[in-house]
């Protein structure tokens, strides 16, 4: 009887932990690859929505959307621990948990939400001019102790907030990682319907709890 639950048990585990690998271009909830997912494709784009990897290497021109993943982040079990952006691929990133973005030449990453722990960036920014990392903070923002080599903090445009710590590879000749950051801040006309839908929500909230 024991042993017929171990196997279950067992069972269970090896479909949530080790089913995802993403052959179909989606990591779900109760998905999570171990291994290395190498994506080349633009259309159509892997999707993490409640899923998780070790590790994601985006090349040639493939895009990744990350619409959620599963937490807490931990190597191995949950959350996309590293993202790693080669050639011209380009990331979406909404929700979720991820230790490290590592950031090459030609790439274009997009940040509007979620727990995102490093920034590491490979790149000469003709002085700052040509960014290819978007986050998408409201007004308030700065850098980590004020010093633009440590990271930057702040809140995403829903109003929750993030800290990102900045890896800097100017021993190779590269920019430092602040260099190459375009913070979007959103138009005031933008600012009063975030708001205003921030009040709507919480309204709901307070009804729901009555």
Not at 62 to 76: F, N, Q, Y
Request: charged residues 20%.
């Amino acid at each position: 009887m024991k042993s017929s639950l171990l196997c279950v048990l067992v069972g269970i585990f090896c479909v949530q932990v080790w089913g995802g690998v993403a052959d179909d271009g989606f990591l779900t909830e109760g998905e999570y690859d171990h291994g290395n997912i190498v994506w080349r494709s633009y259309d159509p784009p892997l999707i993490v929505d409640g899923g998780g990897a070790s590790m994601i290497s985006l090349r040639d021109n493939g895009r990744l959307i990350v619409k959620s993943t599963s937490a807490p982040l931990e190597m191995d079990f949950s959350g996309v621990y590293d993202i790693l952006l080669f050639n011209t691929s380009q990331l979406l990133y909404l929700d979720g948990v991820t230790e490290l973005i590592d950031v090459g030449s030609n790439v274009k990453a997009v940040l509007k939400g979620g727990s995102i722990n490093y920034i590491r960036s490979m790149k000469h920014t003709n002085g700052g001019t040509d960014q290819n990392v978007d986050i998408y903070a409201l007004p308030g923002w700065s850098y980590i102790l004020d010093d633009p080599l440590l990271g930057i903090q702040g809140q995403w445009w829903d109003g929750s907030l993030f800290k990102i710590e900045f890896i800097n590879k100017t021993e190779h000749g590269y920019d430092p990682v602040w260099m190459n950051i375009n913070v979007i801040i959103p138009e005031p006309a933008t600012l009063v319907l975030l708001g205003v839908g921030s009040l709507l929500i919480r309204r709901v909230g307070m009804r729901a709890i009555r």
